[in-house]
């Protein structure tokens, strides 16, 4: 497939817009799911997953989009955002998330949408896309994260912590040295424990880590809402309780091993050179066993969406994908 070369000046994000729609969905749980849709109505449609897991989706995430070619439908996964209750794991899996995603489809009779996901996002792009190819028309993937035991060793044991040592001291802080063998079963024990106090102080010490990593601009352009508790606590627990569990994948390794499932399904790779939450790595795994993936290196990114660099490339995939 032809893919559209790179264009100068850089693309930037469209204006923004307000939804024209909003609501929570049942899901047969203790979980309603908070959704929206903008764009137009009749327009191509593509459902957006956030990161964390734990994370939130904000105004932001409808400007990757041309509102007058695509119908944006976005939503808050279990315990995250808007939608309730609150932080809980109760019923909280990969799998029962890739339940919502069609239950919310098809509550909005779309047959078919493109998949628009970052960092986390990306994981859960691709195993809804392993799990339901026929709905899918295009994935659009940002940060690519495939839930590895490496990929974890790698950011919350030893590897980025020789990159941003200073802003792994404060992410050791809450953990006593003899526990510091094992931060994230540490972490897990604090955040889920009944220690309010402990478990707001762990989860900001959790989420402000990834927000010190986030840019190649480091602490100096951590987002704000890393620091704040109701967030904080959401996104660490929530978080910490997929990668203790390994993403609740059947083995290590899942989503490389059933890439063949998805290889027809067009793909661009949005993935900053210099990111450090989600090596590039694992972009170029993944590009190696779909070698029909676009991968686009932007060489002056990290992680973050919100870098020039892969706001150019997002908005120029979903143009892309707008004209398959």
Not at 9 to 21: M, S
Not at 79 to 96: V, Y
Not at 127 to 148: D, K, M, N, Q, W
Not at 156 to 185: N, T, V
Request: aromatic content about 12%; charged content about 25%; some cysteine.
């Amino acid at each position: 497939m032809a893919f559209p070369a790179p264009e100068t000046p850089r693309r930037d994000l469209f204006p923004e817009i307000e939804p024209y729609a909003t609501g929570f969905m049942p899901t047969g749980s203790v979980h309603e799911v908070w959704y929206e849709e903008c764009g137009n109505p009749q327009g191509l449609p593509v459902v957006v997953l956030h990161g964390g897991p734990g994370g939130a989706v904000n105004p932001g995430m409808r400007r990757y989009f041309d509102p007058a070619k695509y119908r944006i439908v976005m939503f808050d996964q279990r315990g995250c955002g808007n939608s309730r209750p609150n932080a809980s794991l109760e019923e909280n899996t990969t799998w029962t998330l890739i339940e919502d995603i069609e239950r919310l489809r098809e509550l909005l009779g779309i047959e078919r949408w493109a998949v628009f996901g970052g960092s986390w996002g990306s994981t859960l792009s691709l195993a809804y896309a392993i799990t339901h190819p026929e709905r899918v028309t295009a994935l659009l993937l940002r940060g690519i994260f495939l839930l590895t035991k490496p990929e974890l060793h790698w950011f919350y044991q030893d590897g980025a912590s020789q990159i941003f040592p200073d802003a792994w001291e404060k992410f050791l802080e809450p953990i006593p040295e003899a526990e510091r063998g094992d931060l994230m079963g540490a972490y897990y024990k604090r955040l889920t424990g009944d220690d309010k106090a402990e478990r707001e102080r762990c989860a900001i010490a959790w989420s402000s880590w990834e927000g010190d990593t986030v840019s190649v601009q480091g602490p100096d352009a951590r987002p704000d809402k890393f620091a704040d508790p109701e967030f904080a606590v959401a996104f660490a627990r929530i978080e910490c309780w997929y990668f203790m569990n390994g993403g609740f994948f059947p083995e290590e390794g899942w989503l490389l091993k059933k890439v063949d499932r998805i290889r027809h399904i067009p793909c661009w790779i949005a993935q900053g050179r210099f990111d450090v939450v989600t090596p590039i790595t694992s972009a170029w795994a993944l590009h190696r066993a779909w070698p029909e993936a676009k991968l686009d290196i932007v060489k002056d990114a990290g992680h973050a969406s919100s870098e020039p660099g892969i706001i150019d490339s997002l908005v120029r995939a979903t143009d892309w994908a707008a004209g398959l």
